[in-house]
């Protein structure tokens, strides 16, 4: 399927950059990897602590949003309800560290994602939309070398409909010839598609627990598009 267009043939393309442009999210399962590790419960499966550390995690967003700050945060929450022994201060700081080993990680970009911009930027208007603590994701934007294929960068605390519905009246978007590039059905699919925007779904095989969800079907005049890599947009747009 080759992608609807405006009159001079380019589109308005929003892309996602955590797991989409750039790996995200191993890095933070390898943390959660060595923080189970590190606790050894002697009750509770690694899989009966992980889903405390998600419901921990969920609780976490909405007092301190997203990041490594919030992560950090969900282990010590975590390690506090399920460890009989007191946190001491060594073992706040072993904990937090588990976190902040992935704030120097290199940014590793996703095979055909640089070539596959280059070859977007010069057809149409790449907007990188992301959520998250601003610092830390400027800090990748920054990091990444791929800045300057984009028109410009946003940064919110969540990607919700609003969200959305305020970046097409920032940059006074058509819906019909505007897209959202992700792998996160929950943050960059659905709401997308609720604001009455196109949306494209790259599928990742690591996208967060807390990311996923049903994807939305689209309705008419919406489309959705499913691509297995990102280098594959190239065949539509």
Not at 21 to 32: G, K, P, T, V
Not at 170 to 188: F, Q, R
């Amino acid at each position: 399927m080759v992608a609807k267009t405006n009159s001079n043939g380019a589109q308005t393309l929003l892309i996602d950059a955590d797991d989409t442009l750039w790996e995200n999210n191993i890095y933070f399962e390898r943390a959660i990897g060595k923080f189970i590790a590190f606790l050894n419960h002697h009750e509770y499966s690694p899989e009966q602590v992980r889903e405390v550390l998600n419901q921990v995690e969920r609780e976490s967003i909405v007092t301190h949003g997203y990041g490594l700050h919030s992560f950090a945060h969900s282990l010590v929450q975590t390690f506090e309800r399920l460890a009989i022994e007191t946190i001491t201060p060594a073992l706040h700081e072993t904990i937090n560290g588990f976190a902040h080993t992935i704030a120097g990680h290199p940014v590793e970009i996703i095979a055909g994602v640089t070539e596959t911009l280059q070859y977007l930027s010069q057809r149409h208007h790449l907007i990188l939309m992301t959520k998250g603590a601003f610092a830390e994701q400027n800090g990748k934007v920054e990091r990444s070398g791929l800045k300057d294929y984009f028109a410009a960068v946003e940064i919110v605390s969540e990607k919700d409909v609003p969200s959305y519905q305020a970046v097409i009246s920032k940059y006074s978007l058509s819906p019909d010839a505007t897209w959202m590039i992700g792998n996160s059905p929950k943050s960059d699919i659905n709401p997308a598609l609720g604001a009455g925007l196109n949306a494209v779904f790259v599928p990742h095989g690591d996208t967060w627990v807390l990311e996923h969800e049903e994807v939305a079907s689209a309705e008419p005049p919406r489309t959705l598009l499913v691509v297995e890599k990102f280098w594959h947009l190239q065949r539509h747009f």
